[in-house]
């Protein structure tokens, strides 16, 4: 299947310090890309949908300024979280969408934030 | 009131058995549902899909039923193996093809 690749897999930071997170389609072209927040126990909830060459679409609570998404090519979707703080500690998660198979999505790795 | 932190639901089975996940979703319009299998500190993983025009589907050990009068999906896992232990979420599409994950279930299988 295809393989997206997220980066980096784990990273550990200061409070107020910007994390940069990136998610990688290896051998497909994605229109859009995902991501997605995951705390311990629970499910994965969507944070914003990027695509291709377009702002991203952020959900409901999701601050735009503080999780900034750049989807700059068809194959590479950044998660840049500014001013990180405890409560930003987490699972994140980026998902692509081939470009013409509409509902097949395919998951990296994740990446586990730690901030302290 | 409610707890803070959800418990993931535990299913607990034998190996060799016969294990069956759950799933209710919220949409009556979701025309297509996925099974992903998540294991610990790695992204979903993709099981087995289904649209709504079929009522069940087999892959290699899985099947998922749905049943869209009580919109309700399940996963069957034949012959459960020890890897199989892992958290499974089932998930629908939305119209912007975001995926609204489940709660998940946790499988524990024993020796």
């Known amino acids: 299947g295809a393989v997206v690749s997220q980066h980096p897999s784990r990273v550990i930071c200061k409070s107020g310090t910007s994390v940069k997170i990136e998610c990688r389609s290896l051998d497909f072209q994605a229109t859009t890309m995902f991501w997605y927040r995951q705390f311990p126990k629970q499910s994965l909830m969507l944070m914003a949908t990027?695509?291709?060459?377009?702002?991203?679409?952020?959900e409901q609570g999701v601050e735009k300024d503080k999780f900034l998404i750049n989807h700059a090519s068809l194959t590479l979707s950044t998660l840049t979280v500014t001013s990180a703080h405890p409560e930003d500690s987490s699972f994140y998660i980026c998902?692509?969408?081939?470009?013409?198979?509409?509902?097949?999505?395919?998951f990296g790795a994740g990446t586990r934030l730690s901030v302290l | 009131g409610e707890s803070v932190g959800l418990h993931l639901p535990t299913l607990s089975v034998q190996e060799g058995d016969n294990s069956i996940i759950n799933c209710a979703y919220s949409n009556s319009a979701s025309d297509y549902f996925i099974w992903y299998k998540q294991e610990s500190g790695k992204g979903p993983q993709f099981i087995i899909d289904?649209?709504?025009?079929?009522d069940k589907r087999q892959g290699q050990r899985v099947t998922v039923l749905l049943n869209k009068t009580v919109k309700h999906l399940s996963l069957q896992i034949a012959a459960t193996q020890p890897g199989d232990s892992a958290v499974y979420f089932c998930a629908e599409n939305t119209s912007g093809y975001a995926l609204n994950f489940g709660k998940g279930t946790s499988l524990l299988v024993t020796p």
């Open positions: 289904i649209r709504s025009n079929m």
């Open positions: 990027s695509n291709e060459g377009s702002k991203a679409t952020y």
């Open positions: 998902s692509a969408r081939l470009a013409l198979a509409k509902n097949i999505q395919y």
